[in-house]
């Protein structure tokens, strides 16, 4: 488990002030990750990856000539924000372009598109490839549906080197999707980790089983099987990422046996001294193996195996030279490159993830200001509300994800007072408030409920708009509706796919209805929450999709959707702002 | 825990066979460890480090140019034998000489010794330096008690560094022995490693505990106290280690936080961070510190802090490039070295830790062959006795020390019945007899024990002969006592050190005193074991040593000694054979 901490929520801000105090001469810290301590060579492409951190020595320590140009670092298994992302693609872009890399999850996938349409509207040419190479987390036939795990050290490794050879933006992208392509990855879980803070595991697996297909955010395996002796489970991993070979493929593979955290060289290699007898058996030559700790889950035990089917290309690209905190090999050339100049950065606390100034608000009409006041005492209930139930969302979250909910919600909520509270008191209007707060919400929690959250809150701001004359109830009601058209438009998550949104769209009907209906807006508000409440409580069950990960397998989960309960958590605690209990 | 194996009596060269796969373009096994793969470059001091395994990346993992020329590789958490050192210090060694290094352990300590004389009768001029960085382990007073933890890998970076620049050998090991000088660390432990094939860890530590003091063999600390906040324990590190700087040092250091296997690196930099500052409000520049895991204990959870106090030297050396499977630093200038012509033995199986050939004995007497088919009984019987306690010895052992004694009394005692029986059958005299078998245990069982067996049957043998055409039960107890006279010489224990001269000395004596007074060999023997029996269960409760470290701390400890019980228990079994039971 993990046991080293000061402060729990600060932890990665902690971890990575330690991080480049140690490789201060290798990197540096910018607001969202880091970055390499030199610039980005004129006409060189920019390689950027990220997510979630507890992934050590992925992904800040693999930045360096060679590899990555920059790490967006999200808090502990939650994607970092679009505004992390942002930032460090726009500290690490030079004039050739920029390339986002990451796993293919939900938060990433929002995140990191968010921000690669900002840079793009800013003039940065940038692309987005996620990677897909865990063949236990969807069929073959949905291939783009399977998450990232090992191979994400693939095809960032092999992006980065196509881009300190001078390959241009196209052909960087061209080659880390064929990287993707040809990667194919198994793991298996022996127990679960435990997140900083935590007492326990985020889940365990009996004595002499294990998981199969593991996730890399302390997700268990989507199967169960017997723990068989080193020899046998080597086969299996073989023999499952061997009959995925790509159509086309040659002899030549590259391979990495990964530990996740706590299964050790040792025993890496002894299952190692297998998988090379079994991968020569399949006519299989290996180039550059790696066996050890790439990209890990915290604390967590168990192994993948992962091939990438080479081509002349992909071989000379794996086996170029790199040289990063965490992996190096052979020699990088070395230039003369300019140190980077992170200006008043620098004069910043060292390490950590620094922030940037916001921009002052518009002042706002005094009906939108009044309308302001309630936002913020509305977002305080919600904060209020988040902190009490954060042990208990992330307990359900556990059950199928990876139960950061909980304090994603209070980390994005909070957030959300503090900025909209600041905006308020200088004057600003309703939409104002939210944007301010709905941007706070997602830079802060990171995360797929941090941008989701952040893109309603903004929605419903601009349905409210600064400079109204009067604010009716129906006016809410139709705010609230354009917030769940944005979550629908952002997510992607469908009705009945037992997220959010089956709490979302019912407490939007009722409202609406009741508003319609005549209602007051306080008494609709509440008619509503409670629907909310009870929709989100059906989302316990059979339900489509484990955690972070697009849809896996069917699977019985005894407790509700987390994001649909805190959803319902924070309509109810509305609620009680717009209509005090008596 | 540690659960990927096949069989956990061959962990080790299953290991080795994945770790020389891996790394085949670096490395070469050969028996007793692995060399680099390239010739020692004439006029290159060879330096040659090791202990047992169970800690990668030590110590098989810094092998290569920079660093180690070899590494002697025992079983888990075992010493490695006299013949395995002796061996890969004889393939390692060019014409400059060789420098050993390792951990100041007795059974380490023992074997490299041997090995050391050997070679040095070989006309090898052969050093050893043992590392003694623990300042939890002994008083600075006893700065030469203390054992060799995390320290290890400064002292074998720093000689390495200092043979690659083409130091002679008085040079090499005085910069080896001042590196030790220079080097302190504090380590703490929050709960115990499993061995391969064990089915619970060494040591537990309650929740919220710490054991403080660490050994790196699983070994629990010599003190517990509450685990506090990772600043907290950063304070608690520096302050112990910095209290014990060397007279006359500098403000230059540099450090190495270390993980033992499953305290993770994000964990590692939260602890940094600091870390870091400490050091620089007690007026210390930090030059090239190392976060990671360097020396681990198998899945051991705990970390510690290695300070080392630089000169202009060692801080040039500790700098100094290398480049190695699991370190490398800065670019080594490539020579163009012939590679390692390891001859037959590449023809042997790949990996591993190779076997040599015995030689032929020289035939024995009648009567020495009568007693030899007897000895060949004894061993049989002592090696059943061996199989049927492995457990329940390995659990006393692991109440003080690593838990590894039963697994080496059943490895050795199985080795020497193999290789006794072979020389009875080819005609040996029991002197031949118990040499051969004598060296065979030593040879496979590596460790405390089976450097100390191993000698302890060679002078018994050497006591009976192999010319006698008689043998007497005064014989025989004359010979048990020059047994008895090899064990004091060689492991330096004394009587009420707790171990099992405890209850071999009372054993001879018995022995002795029987058979002068009349008894015939049979009833004087089981009369003594006996007495062994008694002796063995009265080293239970307190006492001076932990384990394979030096004198610790006063301790006490529910269950006898596992060596005076192993003793016991052989000598049990032996009287079954001399007298068999009705």
Request: hydrophobic residues 40%; charged residues 20%.
């Amino acid at each position: 488990m993990t046991r080293l901490y000061d402060d729990p929520s600060t932890f990665t801000d902690d971890m990575l002030a330690g991080f480049l105090d140690v490789h201060r001469g290798t990197v540096t810290g910018v607001p969202g990750g880091v970055v390499r301590a030199t610039e980005t060579p004129p006409g060189k492409v920019a390689v950027v990856v990220g997510g979630g951190s507890g992934h050590y020595p992925a992904f800040c320590g693999v930045v360096g000539p060679g590899f990555a140009d920059g790490a967006v670092v999200g808090n502990i298994f939650t994607s970092p924000s679009a505004q992390d992302a942002y930032s460090v693609g726009r500290v690490a872009a030079g004039s050739a372009g920029l390339l986002f890399s990451t796993g293919n999850y939900a938060g990433d996938v929002m995140n990191f598109t968010l921000a690669q349409q900002r840079l793009c509207q800013e003039g940065i040419d940038t692309r987005v490839v996620f990677v897909t190479d865990d063949i236990a987390s969807a069929p073959e036939s949905q291939i783009g549906e399977r998450r990232g795990i090992a191979g994400d050290f693939v095809v960032f490794k092999v992006a980065g080197a196509a881009a300190e050879e001078g390959y241009d933006l196209d052909a960087v992208e061209r080659v880390a999707r064929h990287a993707n392509a040809s990667t194919r990855t198994l793991g298996v879980a022996f127990d679960g980790c435990t997140l900083p803070g935590g007492t326990a595991p985020l889940f365990t697996v009996p004595r002499g089983r294990m998981g199969v297909g593991l996730g890399i955010h302390g997700e268990p395996g989507v199967g169960e099987d017997t723990l068989p002796p080193a020899a046998e489970l080597a086969r299996r991993l073989v023999s499952g990422v061997v009959a995925e070979k790509p159509a086309g493929s040659g002899n030549r593979v590259t391979a990495i046996l990964n530990g996740l955290g706590t299964t050790k060289y040792e025993e890496l290699f002894v299952v190692w001294r297998t998988v090379a007898r079994l991968l020569a058996e399949e006519g299989l030559q290996v180039v550059a193996p790696e066996v050890g700790e790439l990209v890990t889950s915290l604390d967590m035990a168990g192994c993948s195996l992962t091939l990438v089917f080479l081509d002349d290309e992909l071989e000379r690209l794996w086996c170029a030279p790199a040289e990063t905190p965490a992996f190096r090999r052979g020699r990088v050339e070395p230039r003369a490159p300019a140190r980077r100049d992170v200006g008043s950065r620098s004069e910043q606390p060292a390490g950590g993830r620094l922030s940037e100034e916001p921009s002052a608000p518009a002042p706002g009409s005094p009906a939108s200001r009044a309308c302001a006041q309630t936002v913020v005492s509305a977002l305080e209930a919600m904060a209020a509300a988040m902190a009490g139930a954060e042990v208990e969302l992330g307990r359900i979250d556990a059950a199928a994800g990876d139960g950061d909910h909980g304090r994603g919600m209070v980390k994005g909520s909070s957030a959300a007072v503090d900025a909209g509270r600041d905006a308020a008191d200088a004057g600003a209007g309703a939409q104002s408030v939210l944007l301010t707060a709905g941007e706070a919400w997602a830079a802060k929690a990171g995360g797929t409920s941090g941008v989701l959250w952040g893109a309603m809150l903004c929605a419903i701001g601009r349905g409210l708009g600064d400079d109204r004359e009067k604010i009716t109830g129906s006016d809410v009601a139709d705010a609230v509706a354009a917030g769940l058209r944005a979550l629908l438009d952002l997510g992607k998550a469908k009705p009945g796919d037992k997220t959010m949104v089956d709490a979302f769209a019912p407490f939007c009907e009722a409202l609406t209805g009741r508003v319609r209906s005549g209602a007051e807006l306080p008494a609709a508000w509440r008619e509503a929450a409670r629907v909310c409440e009870s929709a989100a409580e059906a989302t316990a069950g059979l339900r489509p999709q484990i955690g972070r990960a697009r849809p896996l397998a069917e699977r019985s989960v005894g407790t509700p959707d987390a994001g649909a309960t805190s959803l319902a958590l924070c309509a109810l605690a509305v609620a009680d702002v717009l209509q005090p209990a008596r």
